[in-house]
C-alpha cells in the first residue's frame, strides 16, 4: 500500500528522472535537434498532467512532503520549464554545436527544482540542491564557443561550491547541535537549543548558503555577470526556477524552526540592502541583461518582505509574487531569445531602439513586462507588489514597506528608461530579425501578454487557488 501512494506523488519527478534517460538515449541513437526538442517539451507537458493525481498531504519518508504548497509550486515550475523549452530551440537553432544535450540539463535542473520545493528534510534539499546546480554548471557555460558563456559558467561554478560548502558546513553545526536533519525533528528540537551556540553558527552559514543562491545582498555579486554571460534560455531558469525553488524551501525551513527576533532582524536587514541596493545598481545599467539581474535581486528583496510578514498572508502574498514576476521574467528573457541573431544577443539598450516602428508587437510585450515589473496598475506585478505590501503592513512592518515603496519609485526610473529607448525615433537604420520559428514562439508571448493583463485586472480566481494552497500546507 505504501508504494501505492508514494509513486503517485512523485509521478511528475519520476517522469522527469525517465525522461532525461530517454532523451539521453535519443541523442546516442541519432541527433535531431526537432525531435529532442519535441520529447522534452511532451515530457514536460505529461508531468504536468501527472499532478492531477497526487493525493491531497502526505509525507514521503520524512524526505519529502507533498502537500498544497509543493504541488502548486512544482506546476508552476514545470509551465515555467516549457516556455523555456519553446524559447531554447530557435536561439540554439542558430548555433554550430551540438544542442541536443541542453535539454537533458533543462529536464535534469527542472527535476532538482521539482524535488527541492518538496523537500522535508536537508539530505533530500541537498542532493536536490545539487542535481540543479550541477545542471546549471553545463546551462551557464553551453555555448561554449563564447568566452563571456564560459566565464560566467567558471564563475558560478566556484562561487556555487563555496556556498554549496558553506550551506553543508552549517546543516552539520545543526545536526550537532539537534542531532536532527528533518526540518520538523529541527524544529523540535530547536525550542530547547535556541541559544546552542552550534545551532546559532549553522544556522547563520545555512542562511548564507541560501542567500547565495538567492542572489540576496551581500551575496549578489555573482549575479550580473552570469546573467550577461549565459544564453538566455539559461538565464531566465536561473532568474526564475532557481530562485523560486529555493525561496520555497527558505520558507519551509523557517517555518518549522520559527522566526525569532534575531532572524527577523536579519531578514531585515537583507530585505532593506537588497531592494536598495539593487534598484540603485540597476540605475545604472546600459546592458538590458544586467539590468533585469540587478533588477532581480530587488525583487527577491521584496520577497523577502512577504516572507518576513510570514503566516498565511504572507505565504499567500509571496506565492503571487512569484507568478507575477516569473511570467514578467520569462517574456523579458524569452524576446532577447527571439531576437538573437546567429548567436549573437542584443544586450545595450540602445540595440532595442526604435523596435516599436519595426515590430510594434514585441515593443508592447515588452514594455508591458517593464510596466509589470516597475508594478504598475493593470498589470501581475502590480497585484503582487501590493499584495506583498499589504503583508508587510498587517505585520508592522513599516521600515520595510517604506523602503519598498521608495524602492520601487527607483526602479520606475530604469524601466521606463527602457520603454523610452523601444518606442525612440532610431538616428540610423536598424535591423531586427525575424525568427523562422515565429509561430511557437509567437503563441508563449501571447499567452505571457494575456496573463500579465489578466492577473492585473482580475487576479481573484488565482488568489483564490493560492489561498487553498496554502490550507493545504497548513495541513
Do not use: C
Given at each position: ?7 503517485p506523488a ?11 534517460v530517454?532523451c539521453m538515449?535519443l ?28 493525493p491531497?498531504v502526505m509525507?514521503?519518508d520524512?524526505?519529502?512532503v ?16 516549457f ?8 536561439y ?17 535542473a527542472?527535476l532538482?527544482?521539482?524535488?527541492m520545493?518538496i523537500?522535508?528534510h536537508?539530505i533530500?534539499?541537498?542532493?536536490s ?8 554548471y ?8 563564447s568566452?563571456?558563456a564560459t566565464?560566467?559558467?567558471v564563475?558560478y561554478l ?8 558553506i550551506l553543508?558546513?552549517?546543516i552539520?553545526l545543526?545536526?550537532?547541535?539537534t542531532?536532527?536533519?528533518g526540518?520538523?525533528g529541527?524544529?523540535?528540537?530547536a ?5 546552542s551556540?552550534w ?10 548558503g541560501l542567500?547565495?543562491?538567492?542572489a540576496?545582498?551581500?551575496?549578489h ?27 520555497v524551501?527558505?520558507?519551509r525551513l523557517f ?7 534575531r532572524?527577523?532582524?536579519?531578514f531585515?536587514?537583507i ?10 545598481l540597476?540605475?545604472?545599467q546600459?546592458?538590458?541583461?544586467r ?7 530587488a525583487?527577491l528583496g ?20 512569484l507568478v507575477a ?17 546567429s ?9 532595442y ?18 510596466l509589470?515589473?516597475?508594478?504598475i496598475?493593470l ?5 503582487g507588489?501590493?499584495?506583498?505590501l ?11 514597506v ?7 519609485v ?16 532610431p ?10 520559428y515565429a ?7 501571447l499567452?505571457?501578454?494575456?496573463l500579465?493583463?489578466w ?13 487553498q494552497?496554502?490550507?493545504?500546507a497548513r495541513?
Open positions: 500500500m505504501w508504494h501505492q501512494q508514494v509513486i512523485l509521478f511528475p519527478q519520476i517522469i522527469l528522472s525517465v525522461a532525461a530517454v538515449l541523442i546516442a541513437v541519432k541527433r535531431n535537434h526537432a525531435v529532442v526538442h519535441l520529447f522534452t517539451l511532451l515530457s514536460l507537458l505529461l508531468a504536468l498532467g501527472s499532478l492531477g493525481r497526487i491531497g509525507g514521503v520524512g524526505l519529502f507533498v502537500d498544497g504548497l509543493g504541488v502548486f509550486m512544482t506546476g508552476l515550475i514545470l509551465i515555467t520549464a516556455f523555456i523549452g519553446i524559447f531554447s530551440y530557435p540554439f537553432s542558430q548555433s554550430v554545436l551540438e544542442r541536443e544535450e541542453y535539454y537533458i540539463l533543462l529536464l535534469l527542472t532538482g527544482a521539482s524535488l520545493v523537500s522535508n536537508f533530500s534539499f541537498f542532493l540542491l545539487e542535481i540543479l546546480s550541477v545542471s546549471l553545463g546551462m551557464i557555460a553551453y555555448t561554449k564557443t568566452t563571456v566565464e560566467a559558467g564563475k566556484m562561487l556555487a561550491a563555496v556556498s554549496s560548502a553543508l558546513f552549517g552539520g545543526m545536526y550537532v547541535a542531532g536532527q536533519l526540518l520538523s529541527i524544529g523540535r528540537q525550542v530547547y537549543t535556541p541559544t551556540g545551532f546559532t553558527a549553522g544556522l547563520g552559514l545555512v542562511l548564507a542567500g547565495f543562491k538567492l540576496l545582498v551581500p551575496f555579486l555573482w549575479t550580473p555577470d552570469v546573467y550577461s554571460g549565459a544564453p538566455a534560455p539559461t538565464s531566465a531558469f536561473v532568474a526564475t526556477i532557481s530562485k523560486g525553488s529555493v525561496f524551501f527558505l520558507w517555518d518549522s524552526i520559527g522566526r525569532d527576533e532572524m527577523v532582524i536579519i531585515v536587514v530585505a532593506v540592502a537588497s531592494m536598495l541596493i539593487g534598484n540603485w540597476a540605475l545604472k546600459q546592458n538590458l541583461k539590468l533585469l539581474a540587478y533588477s532581480s535581486i525583487h521584496y520577497l523577502i518582505v512577504a516572507f518576513v510578514a510570514a503566516g498565511d498572508r504572507g505565504l499567500d502574498a509571496a506565492i503571487f509574487y514576476y516569473f511570467i514578467s521574467m520569462l517574456g523579458a528573457f524569452g524576446l532577447i531569445s527571439y531576437l538573437t541573431e548567436g549573437k544577443e542584443k544586450l545595450l539598450l540602445q540595440d531602439t526604435g523596435l516599436f516602428w519595426q515590430r510594434p508587437a514585441l515593443a508592447i510585450l515588452l514594455s508591458l513586462i517593464m509589470s515589473l516597475a508594478g496598475p498589470t501581475a506585478g502590480f497585484i507588489k501590493f499584495y506583498v499589504l503583508a508587510g503592513v498587517y505585520s508592522a512592518q513599516w521600515l520595510l517604506m523602503v519598498l515603496i521608495l524602492s520601487s527607483i526602479g520606475l526610473f530604469y524601466y521606463l528608461r527602457v520603454v523610452v529607448q523601444l518606442f525612440s525615433r538616428d540610423h537604420a536598424v535591423y531586427f530579425p525575424r525568427s523562422p509561430i511557437s514562439t509567437g503563441m508563449a508571448f499567452v505571457l501578454f494575456i500579465l493583463i492577473l492585473g485586472i482580475a487576479p481573484g480566481n488565482l488568489i483564490t487557488q493560492i489561498q494552497v496554502v490550507h493545504l495541513g
